[in-house]
């Protein structure tokens, strides 16, 4: 927790926007629909048909380090008993009812966006990241001037175990945290050129998509790729967390958020390389656990609700045209993918393919990062 009161203004704001408590927000985007049976379960809700992926589509040439994606017709989204896979509430609320998705085929990075990989574009380009550029008063005209520093948030464990309904106490705003210091000024990604790079604004990663002369995926896009063709998994790997008693991808086990509670019965206590688990059917590693991924959709609790409503295939849907937050507030806030290192079934699941986070645009961690297609 941060004592001096001057700076808790500030991490406050920082904090509460980087999309941990993945607050409601409604808005909605006209997406293009064509006609299609839905089926249901014995309770009258939408449930998964057959993934339907198009077929001899694949480019010759494929890009370094990426994989092709063939899109197609698929069910997205989650189904409310999955709620019962996490002890808080919630996790599948802005993921439902499962609609009809259809998507273009892509390419996709195979693995997430390494510290190696954003060194080179920023030595080609001379970027510098969100966390590191020191805020304006004019973006926190209540906060003294004395204390606005560059610097991002930090998972930071509590010494004993406490509730979990205020993440304030696991999360800080540290002075001096950004890509190449995670945790702040005393850590270092050192050695570390193969982890994914992290404390990543949204429009940092666009940055780097755009010199890559890549993009950022859809939301759509980057669960279909997730699902890798099958239908209605509840993770990347299959409908079982383990297989064969080993763990699938890197979660929290443990005590959750205690100092040293994560057991890494996965084989990582905190953030891992790239790769270190099975791909998925197409190639693609780490789309569950590690760290969050940015896509590009606006983010809106109520957006699967609309366009179920409109009934029958969304093609090639790229989300709401605007954010909005239903409970107050004007943060701007995009989607995030995949789950991280600090998902649990405790507190937070979303590991599981279908369901969905949200961030602040401006906001950055130490376990979100991203992946590009084109």
């Known amino acids: 927790m941060i004592k001096n009161k001057k700076i808790w203004s500030i ?3 920082v904090i509460f926007t980087i999309g941990l408590a993945y607050l409601f927000s409604a808005a909605s985007k006209k997406t293009v629909v064509e006609k299609s049976n839905e089926v249901v379960d ?11 992926e198009n077929k001899n589509n694949k480019p010759k040439y494929a890009p370094e380090g990426m994989v092709w994606i063939p899109g197609g017709e698929f069910s997205m989204g989650s189904k409310k008993e999955s709620e019962s896979l996490c002890s808080i509430k919630g996790v599948t609320q802005d993921a439902t009812p499962i609609h009809q998705v259809y ?20 030595d080609a380009t001379a970027y510098v990241t969100v966390a590191e550029i020191k805020p304006t008063i004019e973006e926190f005209p ?50 570390k050129g193969n982890y994914p790079v992290v404390q990543i604004a949204y429009e940092d990663a666009l940055a780097y998509a755009k010199w890559a002369g890549k993009r950022l995926p859809t939301e ?3 669960e279909f790729a997730a699902r890798g063709g099958k239908t209605g998994e509840l993770y990347s ?13 890197n979660i929290y086990q443990g005590d959750f958020p205690v100092d040293k509670g994560d057991t890494a019965e996965d084989g990582f206590a905190g953030i891992a390389p790239v790769a270190q688990f099975k791909s998925n059917a197409y190639g693609l590693y780490d789309m569950a656990g590690n760290v969050w ?41 995009r ?9 649990t079934s405790e507190y937070c699941s979303r590991y599981m393919v279908g369901t969905r986070g949200n961030g602040e645009v401006r906001s950055a961690t130490n376990h979100l990062g991203f992946r590009c297609v084109k």
Not at 42 to 51: A, E, H
Not at 103 to 122: H, I, L, P, S, Y
Request: net charge negative; with cysteine.
């Open 11 to 13: 991490s406050v704001v």
């Open 335 to 343: 989607v995030h993918r995949g789950g991280s290192f600090l998902c």
């Open 237 to 249: 790997w299959g409908n079982t967390l383990t297989v064969d008693h080993k763990f699938q991808a």
């Open 42 to 52: 014995s309770d009258g809700n939408p449930t998964y048909k057959p993934t339907i």
């Open 142 to 191: 209540n906060v003294p001037i004395e204390s606005l520093f560059a610097g991002s948030a930090v998972f930071t464990p509590t010494l004993t175990k406490v509730s979990l309904n205020n993440y304030l106490q696991w999360w800080r705003f540290v002075k001096g945290a950004d890509w190449r210091h995670p945790e702040g000024p005393n850590s270092s990604i050192k050695n």
């Open 103 to 122: 998507v273009d085929g892509f390419w996709m990075d195979a693995k997430e966006v390494t510290n190696d990989q954003f060194q080179k574009f920023v």
């Open 293 to 333: 991924e940015w896509v590009n959709d606006w983010y809106s609790s109520d957006y699967y609700r609309e366009l179920s409503q409109e009934g029958g295939v969304a093609r090639n849907p790229k989300g709401p045209d605007a954010p909005y937050d239903s409970k107050g507030g004007n943060e701007k806030k």
């Open 220 to 222: 759509a896009e980057w």
